[in-house]
């Protein structure tokens, strides 16, 4: 019996499932969760000393690499004076001039732990400002655990093939109005019917927890315009997206050149740098409906935790262009490579990329992936065998088919030519799976 083993076996009988967030439970492809114990630069280590390369990056923050030296040296500093003081701090100041510098769209801002509690604020604040109930979001799109938001969620619903989720009233339900992704005319119809309910619609900036999915050419555009003529707020919800993509997230690949400003953003995973840190930001006009000028409530013990914001202060200030550019040559590189190999062995499968994010949907050759239909359509059952055949050869992917894939400024030749060794057996794998 491995140590993971172990390790997994006596946290099945102290929490549950095992584990504190469901996708880690390796549910949809089998066997036993990896317990790791250390991370540096591009590399896992498990608790029985097995390295992997790591392309889940901590599902994003570690934009620079594990326990990069500039970030580390930024939380002993902070840590030496003090956990939290439950009080202001100047890094919360500087955090959000960081991000006002590189999201010209962003006025305000307001720290939060969590991306779940920067879309939940979002939300409220929307309803809030508009005076309206009726939430607009799309199917396949994953906002965080709101109730409001899991109606046909991506990522760990798509993984375990729920609908949605026990314990959310009808009547909550009833409040989000749910659309396939990439159909502007399902919205105009929304609106034609509903809109002086509409307060808003969230949309991620690209879609990646129900695999990576490539906004249709001026959808989000569209939204915009849409919403702005029907008094709703349109948000974009690039936790995920945002600061990995690029220095501006999506939007500052698409949106800004496009002449189009979301009324609100939320950020979450880079910006902590790998603690737990998350915002929303967006109109001044807007944000300032939150407490304590505005009628809006919102509150957190830890929110602009120190520590956390010299993680985001140091990881945003070492995020440059460079880095950027290293991202984007590496996913490049890698998606080509697990293109050929699949193509090789006959393995029929598309790459869905959105800036330097990606992901491979089997059986989709003909017309990829554009929504959530397509995505639960494919042959799902190929990555299972894919996954654990890169697993064994030292490579660490997401345990399941319907999240993205990362990459690191840290993941150097080495650590590539590893991932590329591991492809021919792992497309072998998936062209066996029946």
Known sequence: MTSSQELFDRAKTLMPGGVNSPVRAFGSVGGTPRFMVNAKGAYLTDADGRDYVDLVCSWGPAL?????????????????????????????????????????????????????????????????????????????????????????????????????SAGVTAATAAETLVLPYNDLAAVEAAFTEYGDRIAAVITEAAPANMGVVTPGEGFNAGLSRITAAHGALLILDEVLTGFRVGASGYWGLTGASEGWTPDLFTFGKVIGGGLPTAALGGRAEVMDYLAP??????????????????????????????????????????????????????????????????????????????????????????????????????????????????????????????????????????????
């Open 64 to 164: 620079l690499g594990h326990a990069h030296p500039a970030v580390l040296a930024a939380v002993h500093t902070a840590v030496d004076h003090g956990l939290s003081f439950g009080a202001s701090t100047p890094a919360e100041s500087e955090l959000a001039a960081l991000v006002q510098g590189r999201v010209s769209g962003v006025e305000r801002l307001r720290m939060v732990s969590t991306g779940t509690e920067a879309t939940m604020t979002a939300v409220r604040l929307a309803r809030g400002f508009t005076g309206r109930d009726l939430i607009i979001k799309f199917a396949g799109c994953y906002h965080g655990h709101l109730d409001s938001l899991l109606a046909a969620a991506g990522s760990g619903l798509a993984t375990l093939a729920l609908p949605g």
């Open 293 to 434: 000028l505005g009628p809006v409530y919102q509150a957190g013990t830890l929110s602009g935790n120190p520590v956390a914001m010299a993680a985001g202060v140091a990881t945003l200030t070492a995020a440059t262009s460079a880095v950027y550019a290293t991202v984007d040559a590496r996913s490049l590189e890698l998606s080509t490579a697990l293109t050929s190999a699949l193509s090789d062995e006959g393995v029929d499968h598309s790459i869905q990329r959105a800036g330097n994010l990606f992901s491979v949907a089997f059986g989709t050759s003909v017309s990829g992936v554009r929504n959530y239909a397509d995505a639960q359509g494919q042959e799902v059952f190929r990555y299972a065998p894919f996954f654990h055949s890169m697993l064994d050869s030292g490579v660490y992917l997401p345990p399941s088919v319907f999240e993205a894939w990362f990459l690191s400024a840290a993941h150097d030749d080495n650590a590539m030519n590893r991932i590329f060794d591991a492809l021919p057996a792992a497309a072998k794998a998936a062209a066996a799976a029946v």
